[in-house]
């Protein structure tokens, strides 16, 4: 098998070559293994990422004998014999087959590596990395401090070792072995004298005319390809970012100026933050400062496996009994587990079983634990025993507690843990905290009113720690930015890797339209009514659908075939800017300019596909930095957690007065991610209001239930309601109704019928009354009446008699568009004067403020 390889095979392959010709050997032999399989797709990606296209050359890798009908793809070849593609003798030709043809496991083995996740550091991928307890994946480790750091944790982090020096190693023994000492690693030619470029991960050295092509478009900066992912030689931390004269020479300014600047930034490349495991969670960066820059951080925190109670804040070393009391509600780590302390006392404090000091300590503040064994405790110390509504007490109340849990060496929360409290030398007086939690089903709009939030109002958080590194950290992290340089990192890529899937949706829709042309042709041969566009084609087998030139068509192909497979994260965005000229190529093309006019007939083209696929070619640019507005028109770069906050006050403004001791945190969950009915609520207890989103434009669109059947959107998010207003935990509070995407809305209605959805069908406007081509400020939809304008207010009143239905009370609403600041605002300021007047309890009159009176409608029977 090795020997098939050509000697110019990249470092990438040689890096995974033994390991691969293990899995492949395993294939033959019929032993297959999920990690096998892995690591042969591991293998083939690098492969291909390193020889699938000689863009050079103006030939592609793959024969265009080996291109493949997608539609086939996906209907039959869930099965093939690999050994019969593994013998055939052009390797060349065959290698990207193989990674498209064979399926990729998804199913990876901790000890297996996907190169896609070694690539994609964000907060997602180190979710995926789990227990570091268990050896997972995670390899953000600083191999420099491992020896100096004592703590009884070191078990979890040591079974990390092996992969970082093992990486190491293989850099040293495959330079040991090849070419003379001091030789370009690549093409063994030159001697030590010769200047080279170094990996800053395997420290493979290569020569001017191979540094490129050995690195790629470097985001992670000066790394092999097959070393991308992987943290970087400690010994190098002080050289990241300081560029070389070869690069300066190869590159231009502005693509060495990206290159370092990821190269120092990125999240692999930062001091390690996966060594830090809470609820069997290793914590990716961002949860490592928002765990050590919270209010009441954990003192002196070191690497090791904690758990965490977010609901009252208790924090303690993973088997051992709780050693301090912090911030609650942070989003970080995993969710706790009943064995976290290892208590054997089978009572239980919000699902962990507690230590028998605990239970002394509970018994002391009177707390009857006898024929209870589960209860829920908040952050104040109120409890109740698990599945009735009924606070029992606090267990904080009692005199002397302190005294006891000194005595007991347990901790006490702070005084302070869920109203802001006095920082001492930067804040001098107390601050309230409000919060709002968002809450929607998926698509509804709450990711972007959540980033509009966030753009809006960040600012340095009022918290900041006294510490010095931390104060710098965070002046670093959050002065004047609404989205971290590392977030940003991340929503890059992702915008990048989306852009190409929406590429390989209109490569689909080409395909199909040229099917469809080909065959209506065939139909019509004998007619003479062929279209006139079509006459210019009809001369041989091309169609206005048919790509120009058979590069484009294999590269079309190899795309789709990438996506299909799920490897789209293996090459893109690391690839990009080799794949850069051909991408723009391929999008000026005729054929696929024909697809993108007909978009409108590509059912699972999202519509925001268009902001970004006419811009691919700016996207594509190594130094594309995402514009605030890229980030809100983004899709799913929402957390997988489905969990985030943000600390806010509102800035000030003359139609506003400015309350400096109160700021608001906006919480934003996804239904999906409260559980089956709703069950996370609780922890959500101490939220003063909750805004749930539903979009407008959602009246005609379907989504799959949990029993596999269809419902409209618009009933689906009236369901989620319904659940949300009756759950016990928000029996009193205030609710706002946001009715998102008004902008997409109006657009739709002047189309499509309300009454698709069947809740609307009694929606009757006065057509005379109404201006159907809104032309109005969208700001000042209040004061007028378009067809747009009036159907929201309906629906707005459909919801108001919903909920008054159920609660008997009134419910507040605010139309939004998303992608207007100044609609968010509204909203949110909307919010504000809501929980004041509830606050104030003083008696408005709803029906002058609210934006929608809750009185009938002429809509309405
Ligand atoms: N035109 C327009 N687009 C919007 C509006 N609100 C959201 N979108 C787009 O709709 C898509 C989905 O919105 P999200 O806010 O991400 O929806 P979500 O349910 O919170 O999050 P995900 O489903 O996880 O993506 C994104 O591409 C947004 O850019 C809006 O008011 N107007």
Redesign the pocket.
Known sequence: METEMKSETTVSASFVSHRAADSVNSVLSGEFSGSAASEFSTYLSCELFSNGFDLSSGSLGRSRESSVNLREYVRGRESLDISEELNRPDWESNQSYFSMDYPISRDWSPQTVNFSNRMDNDDDSLQFNGDVGRGSAVVFRDIASESDDEDDFGEAISQEEPRVTQRAKKGLETRGKRGKRGSCHRCLKGSRFTEKEACIVCDAKYCSNCVLRAMGSMPEGRKCVSCIGYPIDETKRGSLGTSSRMLKRKLTRSEVKQIMKTEKLCVVNQLPAGCVCVNGKALCRRELVTLQTCPNPPRKLKRGNYWYDEVTGLWGKEGQKPSEVISPHLNVGGPIKPDASKGNTQVFINGREITSVELRMLQLAGVQCAGNERFWVAADGSYQEEGTDIIKGCIWDKAGMKLVCAVLSLPIPSKFSNIGRSVSGYIDYQITLRKLLLV??????????FKQAKILYTDVPFWVDERESIFKQAKILYTDVPFWEDERESIKKKIQRKLFCYLCILLEGRQRFEEESLSERGKKQSSDETDSIENTYSADSKTLYTLSTPRLKDFSDWLVLVMVSGALEDFFPAANREYAPIVEELWKDTAIQATYVRRSELEVL???ASYFLERVVDIMRIDYEPSDLDI?????I?SKHGLASVNFSFPHSASYDVDTAVRYQLIRI?ARDLGENCKRLEMFEDVGMVIFCV?LSDYDQFALEGNGSLANKMMVGRKFIESIVSHPTFAEMEFLLIL?????FEQKIERVPLNQCDWFDDFRPLISGVQTNSNLNRNNINHSSSLAQVASHYIAVKFKRFYSSLTGRKLYVSV????EADSVDAALRYAREILKWDEEKTDFSLSDYSFFSSEGSSFCD
């Open positions: 929607g089903c998926s698509g509804s709009g709450t990711s972007t009113i999202p519509s925001v809100l028109y983004a899709e799913g929402a996804q979009a998102s995407k008004f902008d997409l939004v568009n998303g992608m």
